[in-house]
């Protein structure tokens, strides 16, 4: 069974930084993707930003320019830097990942941790 530890979540002011973590444990995983969602009171789980194997990324509008997904893969671990941070960053931030196995592809989901942008 795969396992997602997340974490760096916290409480920062306005235009602050934080950095969350993420490391999925097993060995040998065949990781097709790493990432980032988050979940605000009263929306819907929406992705913040992800990177694929090769190195891709893929960032939410919202977040361009203020947030940076990287990864190691020696350690299976995805980070999400966040900077410039605002009130509307506030949410419970969910670490994801694909995994590919010999016939099946299968989404874990991390426990949360919870980020809150206030003065």
């Known amino acids: 069974q795969v396992r997602l530890v997340e974490s760096g979540g916290g409480l920062v002011q306005p235009g602050g930084s934080l950095e969350l973590s993420c490391a999925a444990s097993?060995?040998?995983?065949?990781?097709?993707?790493m990432g980032w969602y988050r979940e605000a009171p009263g929306k819907e789980r929406e992705l913040v930003a992800m990177?694929?194997?090769?190195?891709?990324?893929n960032y939410a509008d919202s977040v361009k320019g203020r947030f940076t997904v990287s990864r190691d893969n020696a350690k299976n671990t995805v980070y999400l830097q966040m900077n410039s941070l605002k009130p509307d960053d506030t949410a419970v931030y969910y670490c994801?990942?694909?995994?590919?196995?010999?016939?099946?592809?299968?989404?874990?989901w991390g426990q949360g941790t919870q980020v809150t942008v206030s003065s």
């Open positions: 990177i694929v194997t090769g190195g891709g990324t």
């Open positions: 097993g060995s040998s995983l065949n990781i097709i993707d």
């Open positions: 994801h990942t694909q995994i590919q196995w010999e016939y099946y592809r299968t989404s874990y």
